[in-house]
């Protein structure tokens, strides 16, 4: 692919250079590479023994269980997209990326981002139904349907970027790009480019700030509903029974959007650079890291059904 460099000629396709964190010393390297690949073990293993408990136990053979695998791959895609490279950079000092690799990186870690907000709805939506609407759950949430809805959440998520990679890819670049970042951001790689980088980072915050709000006032506005039809229930049995079915949900939401707050408060503030990458660094752990543990932890179905797994 040719692009401008910075000069405003033609030239080969750029290399990114990744600076990681600029002011981390060299000997805290290897205990950070350990705490990550701790952390990324951690995630694939807890969410893939997810996968393996709903798909083999047939009692989890449920729309909430189906929307759990779903947010169990994309924490395994979601982490792999970047988490690999920050090792690498971390235990080899690999710190280039390719033109295309930078863009695809950048282009999945969004994707995946958008498809767990969506799939955060879709998980509200099927709380909302089994609660507000129980009688005709079974009709509403037919497996057809639930694959209707998971199929929309991926498919939307993996079409919303493609319009800011595609802009951003024809900024102009020095042939060798410096990004101060562990990963290929789009914030990131924006500010590595020579050209005017102002209409790119607003469209930027703009369409985070749609893809984050949107999901989560559509998730607040099932709550309300549901918090209405529980306080109808005459029984404190039957508004906690209620309300546990939803708690595990509620947390991840919640661990999902803290850790979104704290990476736009880590851009907005005037804090130094080393906070603003590791601000998108925590969003991109934190979150996988914890969804396994709260849906193991406070689920007594998915916990059962781990434990009789032959394997443990």
Known sequence: METIDCNGSEDSSPIFYLVGIPSLPKSLFLPIFFVFLFLYLLILLGNVLILLAVVAEPSLHKPMYFFLINLSALDILFTTTT?????????????????????????????????????????A??????????????????PQTNATLAACAWLTALLLPIPTVVQTSHLAFDSTAHIYHCFCDHLAVVQASCSDTMPQTLMGFCIAK???????????????????????????????????????????????????????????????????????????????????????????????????????
């Open 125 to 142: 939506y099927d709380r909302y139904v089994a609660i507000c609407h129980p009688l005709h759950y079974p009709v509403l949430m037919t």
């Open 83 to 123: 988490v690999p490279k920050m090792l690498s950079l971390l235990l080899l000092g690999d710190r280039f990326l390719s033109f295309p690799a930078c863009f695809l990186q950048m282009y999945l870690f969004h994707s995946f981002s958008c498809s767990e907000a969506f799939i955060l709805v879709v998980m």
């Open 210 to 312: 749609v893809v984050s709000f949107l999901p989560l006032l559509l998730v607040l506005l099932s709550y309300v509903h549901i918090l209405a039809s529980v306080l109808r229930i005459s029984s404190r049995e039957g508004r906690s029974k209620a309300f546990s079915t939803c708690s595990s949900h509620l947390l991840v939401v919640g661990t999902y959007y803290s850790s979104i707050a704290i990476a736009y408060v880590a851009y907005r503030a005037d804090l130094p650079l080393d906070f603003h990458i590791m601000g998108n660094v925590v969003y991109a752990i934190l979150t996988p890291v914890l969804n396994p543990l709260i849906y193991t932890l406070r689920n007594k179905d998915v916990k059962a059904a781990i434990t009789r797994m032959p394997c443990l």
